[in-house]
């Protein structure tokens, strides 16, 4: 009996620090609300595979995410961000639109054509170390009022940096 409490103890203890593997999101795989709209948002995260670091007791996936719009000025009305698992993109956050102003210094949620705005800071955090598929998505509506998308995948990794 008391081998068995044991097992069942290491078994649990095993199962709780195990890594989460989230699964790998094919190309052409977006969320439903963005599969309508033209993509007319330019979204680059830097860089695209991201390690973490442990700072105390926290894991950080450090990294920048950039937002440009070359063909007219956009006024953004939604964005956020999606997690991949069970095989599809999940809503992970859609923010407050005033955060936008303040995280990527745009001025009432608009982006003027060919200005590029960048969120130096867009870390992911965690008391956990597990890797998976992230996606950053903006929704919003040209000057001719036509609503208008931008999305870009992320990696984040399980590969501890130190």
């Not at 069942?8 to 795989?29: D, M, R």
């Not at 979204?43 to 595979?49: E, M, S």
């Not at 950053?136 to 040209?142: K, M, N, S």
Request: hydrophobic letters at 35%.
């Amino acid at each position: 009996m008391r081998t068995a409490i044991i097992l069942l103890i290491a078994f649990t203890l095993n199962s709780l620090t195990a890594q989460i593997k989230y699964g790998t999101p094919v190309n052409h795989q977006i969320p439903e609300k963005l599969k309508s709209l033209r993509k007319a948002i330019e979204v680059n995260n830097f860089p695209k595979t991201i390690d973490p670091i442990k700072i105390d007791e926290r894991y950080y996936w450090k990294h920048n995410t950039a937002i440009l719009c070359k063909e007219s000025e956009i006024k953004i009305i939604e964005y956020g961000a999606y997690l991949f698992y069970n095989n599809t993109w999940n809503l992970r956050k859609s923010y407050p639109l005033k955060e936008l102003n303040k995280n990527f210094g745009t001025k009432k949620e608009v982006m003027k054509q060919s200005e590029p705005y960048t969120w130096s800071q867009n870390w992911r955090t965690d008391s956990s170390l597990y890797g998976g598929w992230a996606m950053w998505y903006f929704i919003g509506i040209t000057k001719d009022g036509e609503k208008v998308c931008g999305y870009e995948k992320i990696d984040t990794t399980d590969n501890l940096l130190n």
